[in-house]
Protein backbone atom coordinates (compact mmCIF):
# COMPACT_ATOMS: atom_id res chain seq x y z
CA UNK A 1 0.00 0.00 0.00
CA UNK A 2 1.48 3.26 -1.16
CA UNK A 3 1.59 5.92 1.74
CA UNK A 4 -1.01 7.73 -0.33
CA UNK A 5 -3.51 4.95 0.38
CA UNK A 6 -2.43 4.47 3.91
CA UNK A 7 -3.00 8.60 4.52
CA UNK A 8 -6.19 8.22 2.21
CA UNK A 9 -7.52 4.86 4.53
CA UNK A 10 -6.61 6.79 7.64
CA UNK A 11 -8.22 10.32 7.28
CA UNK A 12 -11.28 8.86 6.25
CA UNK A 13 -11.66 6.28 9.23
CA UNK A 14 -10.97 9.53 11.22
CA UNK A 15 -13.94 11.46 9.27
CA UNK A 16 -15.95 8.74 9.99
CA UNK A 17 -15.47 8.24 13.94
CA UNK A 18 -16.21 11.85 13.93
CA UNK A 19 -19.18 11.31 12.37
CA UNK A 20 -20.41 8.45 14.90
CA UNK A 21 -19.26 10.78 17.70
CA UNK A 22 -21.56 13.52 16.22
CA UNK A 23 -24.83 11.84 15.49
CA UNK A 24 -27.93 12.99 17.09
CA UNK A 25 -25.70 15.66 18.62
CA UNK A 26 -25.83 18.12 16.06
CA UNK A 27 -27.59 21.30 14.33
CA UNK A 28 -28.97 21.94 10.95
CA UNK A 29 -29.12 24.53 8.60
CA UNK A 30 -29.94 24.47 4.92
CA UNK A 31 -27.73 25.50 2.13
CA UNK A 32 -31.27 25.03 -0.19
CA UNK A 33 -34.29 23.14 -0.38
CA UNK A 34 -33.60 19.62 0.55
CA UNK A 35 -29.77 20.39 0.89
CA UNK A 36 -28.78 20.33 4.39
CA UNK A 37 -25.64 20.68 6.14
CA UNK A 38 -24.44 19.88 9.90
CA UNK A 39 -21.46 20.52 12.29
CA UNK A 40 -20.65 17.18 11.63
CA UNK A 41 -19.60 18.01 7.61
CA UNK A 42 -17.43 20.55 9.19
CA UNK A 43 -15.68 19.00 11.93
CA UNK A 44 -15.12 15.78 9.48
CA UNK A 45 -13.59 17.91 6.54
CA UNK A 46 -11.73 19.35 9.51
CA UNK A 47 -10.45 16.40 10.43
CA UNK A 48 -9.50 14.86 6.70
CA UNK A 49 -7.85 18.21 6.42
CA UNK A 50 -5.66 17.98 9.30
CA UNK A 51 -4.87 14.58 8.57
CA UNK A 52 -3.66 14.90 4.76
CA UNK A 53 -2.22 18.58 4.78
CA UNK A 54 -0.76 17.34 7.63
CA UNK A 55 1.35 14.62 6.27
CA UNK A 56 1.55 16.38 2.97
CA UNK A 57 1.60 20.07 3.45
CA UNK A 58 2.06 20.87 -0.12
CA UNK A 59 -0.49 19.66 -1.57
CA UNK A 60 -3.88 21.23 -2.43
CA UNK A 61 -7.01 20.16 -1.04
CA UNK A 62 -11.33 20.53 -2.82
CA UNK A 63 -13.52 19.56 -0.33
CA UNK A 64 -17.56 19.75 -0.22
CA UNK A 65 -17.61 22.37 2.84
CA UNK A 66 -14.34 24.51 1.26
CA UNK A 67 -15.15 28.32 0.99
CA UNK A 68 -15.68 28.83 -2.76
CA UNK A 69 -12.60 30.67 -3.05
CA UNK A 70 -10.47 27.88 -3.00
CA UNK A 71 -10.75 26.63 -6.58
CA UNK A 72 -7.23 27.87 -6.23
CA UNK A 73 -6.47 24.67 -5.12
CA UNK A 74 -6.76 23.06 -9.02
CA UNK A 75 -3.76 24.62 -9.64
CA UNK A 76 -1.71 21.74 -7.23
CA UNK A 77 -0.22 18.81 -8.93
CA UNK A 78 -1.37 17.18 -6.14
CA UNK A 79 -4.97 17.84 -4.75
CA UNK A 80 -7.33 16.01 -2.38
CA UNK A 81 -10.97 16.03 -3.26
CA UNK A 82 -13.23 15.61 0.19
CA UNK A 83 -16.74 14.95 0.54
CA UNK A 84 -16.37 14.37 4.77
CA UNK A 85 -20.51 13.27 4.76
CA UNK A 86 -22.09 11.92 1.82
CA UNK A 87 -25.34 11.40 2.64
CA UNK A 88 -26.10 13.94 5.07
CA UNK A 89 -30.41 13.95 4.80
CA UNK A 90 -30.01 10.19 5.53
CA UNK A 91 -27.48 10.48 8.95
CA UNK A 92 -29.23 13.40 9.69
CA UNK A 93 -32.77 10.81 9.72
CA UNK A 94 -30.89 8.14 11.46
CA UNK A 95 -30.84 6.02 8.03
CA UNK A 96 -27.24 4.18 8.28
CA UNK A 97 -26.44 5.14 4.64
CA UNK A 98 -23.67 7.75 4.45
CA UNK A 99 -19.97 7.78 3.87
CA UNK A 100 -16.93 9.66 3.81
CA UNK A 101 -15.40 10.09 0.42
CA UNK A 102 -11.60 10.85 -0.09
CA UNK A 103 -9.71 10.96 -3.41
CA UNK A 104 -6.32 12.33 -4.38
CA UNK A 105 -5.70 14.05 -8.13
CA UNK A 106 -2.71 13.89 -9.73
CA UNK A 107 -2.17 16.53 -13.04
CA UNK A 108 -6.21 15.91 -13.20
CA UNK A 109 -6.40 12.22 -12.69
CA UNK A 110 -7.71 10.60 -9.75
CA UNK A 111 -4.65 8.22 -8.45
CA UNK A 112 -6.19 7.10 -4.54
CA UNK A 113 -9.69 6.76 -3.74
CA UNK A 114 -11.56 5.46 -0.79
CA UNK A 115 -15.05 5.39 0.44
CA UNK A 116 -15.64 4.88 4.13
CA UNK A 117 -19.21 3.32 5.72
CA UNK A 118 -18.86 4.04 9.36
CA UNK A 119 -21.78 2.62 10.38
CA UNK A 120 -20.76 -0.85 9.18
CA UNK A 121 -16.73 -0.65 9.03
CA UNK A 122 -16.82 -0.45 5.67
CA UNK A 123 -13.51 0.75 3.93
CA UNK A 124 -13.85 0.58 -0.08
CA UNK A 125 -10.65 1.76 -1.75
CA UNK A 126 -8.59 1.65 -4.87
CA UNK A 127 -5.33 2.64 -6.01
CA UNK A 128 -4.97 2.85 -9.86
CA UNK A 129 -3.65 0.24 -11.54
CA UNK A 130 -3.49 -1.76 -8.33
CA UNK A 131 -7.05 -2.88 -7.96
CA UNK A 132 -9.84 -2.32 -5.55
CA UNK A 133 -10.40 -3.51 -2.05
CA UNK A 134 -13.12 -4.14 0.88
CA UNK A 135 -11.42 -4.16 4.09
CA UNK A 136 -8.29 -5.62 2.50
CA UNK A 137 -10.12 -7.98 0.18
CA UNK A 138 -10.10 -8.34 -3.62
CA UNK A 139 -13.34 -6.38 -5.05
CA UNK A 140 -14.95 -7.22 -8.58
CA UNK A 141 -18.10 -6.41 -10.20
CA UNK A 142 -21.27 -8.26 -11.09
CA UNK A 143 -21.22 -10.57 -14.39
CA UNK A 144 -24.75 -9.11 -15.14
CA UNK A 145 -25.15 -8.15 -18.68
CA UNK A 146 -29.20 -7.61 -19.12
CA UNK A 147 -30.93 -4.89 -17.43
CA UNK A 148 -33.95 -7.17 -16.49
CA UNK A 149 -31.67 -8.83 -14.31
CA UNK A 150 -29.72 -5.67 -12.53
CA UNK A 151 -30.41 -4.00 -9.27
CA UNK A 152 -29.80 -0.22 -10.56
CA UNK A 153 -29.55 3.02 -8.45
CA UNK A 154 -29.79 6.54 -9.12
CA UNK A 155 -29.19 9.94 -7.76
CA UNK A 156 -31.39 12.85 -8.63
CA UNK A 157 -30.20 16.86 -7.36
CA UNK A 158 -31.96 18.35 -4.41
CA UNK A 159 -35.34 20.09 -5.13
CA UNK A 160 -36.23 17.53 -7.80
CA UNK A 161 -39.09 18.84 -9.94
CA UNK A 162 -42.33 16.98 -11.21
CA UNK A 163 -40.76 17.64 -15.05
CA UNK A 164 -37.45 17.00 -14.35
CA UNK A 165 -35.90 14.43 -17.25
CA UNK A 166 -34.75 12.63 -14.44
CA UNK A 167 -38.28 11.50 -13.43
CA UNK A 168 -38.81 10.04 -17.17
CA UNK A 169 -35.37 8.32 -16.39
CA UNK A 170 -36.45 6.83 -13.53
CA UNK A 171 -39.95 5.38 -14.79
CA UNK A 172 -38.22 4.41 -17.78
CA UNK A 173 -35.19 2.28 -16.06
CA UNK A 174 -37.61 1.05 -13.05
CA UNK A 175 -39.85 -0.95 -16.17
CA UNK A 176 -36.91 -2.15 -17.35
CA UNK A 177 -34.56 -3.56 -14.87
CA UNK A 178 -35.18 -5.81 -11.88
CA UNK A 179 -35.46 -3.39 -9.22
CA UNK A 180 -34.57 0.15 -8.32
CA UNK A 181 -33.12 1.70 -5.57
CA UNK A 182 -32.51 5.45 -4.42
CA UNK A 183 -29.93 4.90 -1.66
CA UNK A 184 -29.06 8.49 -0.80
CA UNK A 185 -25.12 8.43 -0.84
CA UNK A 186 -23.44 9.30 -4.52
CA UNK A 187 -20.26 7.33 -3.16
CA UNK A 188 -21.77 4.52 -1.71
CA UNK A 189 -23.45 3.58 -4.79
CA UNK A 190 -20.51 3.40 -6.87
CA UNK A 191 -19.16 1.60 -3.67
CA UNK A 192 -21.85 -0.75 -4.35
CA UNK A 193 -21.44 -0.89 -7.90
CA UNK A 194 -17.37 -1.87 -7.19
CA UNK A 195 -18.26 -4.85 -4.86
CA UNK A 196 -21.13 -6.31 -7.20
CA UNK A 197 -23.99 -5.40 -4.73
CA UNK A 198 -25.73 -3.09 -7.47
CA UNK A 199 -24.75 -4.30 -11.19
CA UNK A 200 -25.67 -0.08 -12.03
CA UNK A 201 -26.17 3.24 -11.49
CA UNK A 202 -26.87 6.61 -12.72
CA UNK A 203 -26.55 10.33 -11.60
CA UNK A 204 -27.13 13.25 -13.61
CA UNK A 205 -26.59 15.93 -11.15
CA UNK A 206 -23.31 15.28 -8.80
CA UNK A 207 -20.02 17.49 -7.82
CA UNK A 208 -16.90 15.86 -8.13
CA UNK A 209 -16.56 15.34 -4.41
CA UNK A 210 -19.01 13.09 -4.61
CA UNK A 211 -17.46 11.03 -7.13
CA UNK A 212 -14.15 11.25 -7.10
CA UNK A 213 -13.29 8.32 -5.08
CA UNK A 214 -15.90 6.01 -6.00
CA UNK A 215 -14.93 6.40 -9.89
CA UNK A 216 -11.56 4.54 -9.46
CA UNK A 217 -13.06 2.24 -7.51
CA UNK A 218 -15.41 1.10 -10.25
CA UNK A 219 -12.72 1.43 -12.54
CA UNK A 220 -10.19 -0.97 -10.52
CA UNK A 221 -12.92 -3.38 -9.85
CA UNK A 222 -13.63 -3.99 -13.32
CA UNK A 223 -16.65 -1.92 -13.88
CA UNK A 224 -17.65 0.46 -16.72
CA UNK A 225 -17.57 4.27 -16.47
CA UNK A 226 -18.83 6.88 -18.38
CA UNK A 227 -21.14 10.35 -18.96
CA UNK A 228 -24.89 10.50 -19.20
CA UNK A 229 -25.27 10.14 -23.11
CA UNK A 230 -22.37 7.64 -23.27
CA UNK A 231 -19.58 10.07 -24.03
CA UNK A 232 -16.19 9.83 -22.25
CA UNK A 233 -16.23 10.35 -18.18
CA UNK A 234 -15.23 14.03 -17.68
CA UNK A 235 -14.46 15.04 -14.61
CA UNK A 236 -15.43 18.38 -14.87
CA UNK A 237 -18.97 17.30 -15.66
CA UNK A 238 -19.22 14.62 -13.30
CA UNK A 239 -22.50 13.06 -14.46
CA UNK A 240 -21.82 9.76 -14.05
CA UNK A 241 -23.27 6.29 -15.12
CA UNK A 242 -21.35 3.23 -13.65
CA UNK A 243 -22.34 -0.48 -14.84
CA UNK A 244 -20.88 -3.88 -14.17
CA UNK A 245 -20.28 -4.61 -17.91
CA UNK A 246 -20.21 -2.81 -21.15
CA UNK A 247 -23.66 -4.71 -22.82
CA UNK A 248 -25.05 -3.65 -19.01
CA UNK A 249 -23.73 0.36 -19.86
CA UNK A 250 -25.53 0.14 -23.16
CA UNK A 251 -28.81 -0.97 -21.79
CA UNK A 252 -28.65 1.73 -20.02
CA UNK A 253 -27.76 4.15 -21.71
CA UNK A 254 -30.52 3.30 -23.89
CA UNK A 255 -32.82 3.18 -21.09
CA UNK A 256 -31.94 6.96 -19.61
CA UNK A 257 -32.30 8.58 -23.21
CA UNK A 258 -35.42 9.83 -22.77
Not at 65 to 72: G, I, K, L, S
Not at 164 to 187: K, N, T, W
Request: aromatic share 8%; with cysteine; charged share 25%.
Amino acid sequence: MSDYLTTCERAARAAGAVLLDWQGKFRIREKGRADLVTEADVESQKKIQEIVLGDFPDHGFLGEEEDPANAASAQYDYRWIADPLDGTTNYVHGLANYSVSLALQHKGEVIVGVVYDPVHDQCFAAERGKGATLNGAKLSVSDITDLEGALVAASFAAGIQRDSPEIHQFVEVLVRCQAMRRLGSAALNLAYVAAGILDAYWASSVKIWDVAAGVLIVEEAGGVIRGVGGERFDWNRPKVVATSTLALHDQLQAAIKV
